[in-house]
């Protein structure tokens, strides 16, 4: 990846896979309709600046694809974030962060850097934090809610 991405920080392994407690393949039939089921890799890239990586990060998933049998292939979600901005909200406790930190696995690291120490946070920092987060998931909700009124 270090060669499509030259200013990649970190990698790091996430989510199910991280925390051992993935599902290889699952299928079965829920009220008559046969469901799949398997986890997919999770993985932050971290990097030193912001800039759009989508198109390499599409074509780091198919090299990886290529050479896999379709119907057997575990899928990868990439997520990116510049270190400035994973640091500030694991400074910040910001759960999905914090639990990146904790449970990760570090695949790479240019060693340029170091990841915040997750703190204990006062309680007019957690205040400020969840009005923030219910301000924002409450407009979505009633956006969602216009939309399916409309419809």
Same mark, same amino acid.
């Given at each position: 990846m270090q060669e499509e991405i030259p200013?990649?920080?970190?990698?790091?392994?996430y989510g199910s896979y991280a925390r051992g407690n993935y599902v290889d393949y699952d299928q079965r039939t829920e009220f008559g309709v046969r469901t799949y089921f398997m986890s997919d890799y999770d993985m932050m890239v971290v990097l030193k600046t912001y800039r759009s990586v989508t198109r390499t990060l599409e074509r780091v998933?198919? =090299?990886?694809?290529?050479? =896999?049998?379709?119907?057997t292939v575990t899928p990868i979600q990439f997520i990116t974030e510049t270190i400035g901005n994973l640091n500030k909200a694991i400074d910040k406790g910001h759960y999905f962060y914090t639990d990146i930190k904790k449970e990760g696995i570090m695949l790479y690291d240019s060693g340029r850097y170091q990841l915040a120490e997750s703190r204990k946070l006062n309680f007019a920092e957690i205040k400020a934090w969840a009005e923030e987060y219910f301000k924002e998931r409450f407009g979505r909700a009633n956006s969602f809610l216009r939309d399916a009124k409309y419809a």
């Open positions: 200013d990649v920080e970190m990698l790091i392994l998933e198919e =090299r990886y694809r290529d050479h =896999r049998h379709p119907t």
